[in-house]
């Protein structure tokens, strides 16, 4: 299993980003992914996941202001982040699903995460 984070960096408070997850090494369209975030000397914060069959779930805290997607046909999940808040910088991780319907914390395989700084 292999997931590669990109689309992290600055964006300014209200603004917008979108990262990206590459998968390869199992077949994508049959588990569930999703995301995680972290800020340095805190936990891990589960932030939204995505059924095999696109059905989606979000944290309160990014409700209403993130959307997460996947496309099947290029093994990639997306997380369009919009209204980005100061609170929402934390390093970014893909994550995917020990099966179909996955929710956190049963993600067992992380990428190496994505830099988020939003800031003006």
């Known amino acids: 299993v292999q997931l590669v984070e990109s689309g992290g960096g600055l964006v300014q408070p209200g603004g917008s980003l979108r990262l990206s997850c590459a998968a390869s090494g199992f077949t994508f369209s049959s588990y569930a992914m999703g995301w995680a975030r972290q800020v340095p000397g805190k936990g891990l914060e589960w932030v939204s996941g995505i059924y095999s069959d696109g059905s989606t779930y979000y944290a309160d805290s990014v409700k209403g202001r993130i959307t997460i997607s996947r496309d099947n046909a290029k093994n990639t999940m997306y997380l369009q982040m919009n209204s980005q808040k100061p609170e929402d910088t934390a390093e970014y991780y893909c994550?995917?699903?020990?099966?179909?319907?996955?929710?956190?914390?049963?993600?067992?395989?992380w990428g190496k995460g994505t830099q988020v700084t939003v800031s003006s």
């Open positions: 994550a995917k699903g020990e099966y179909d319907s996955a929710e956190w914390p049963d993600f067992g395989s």
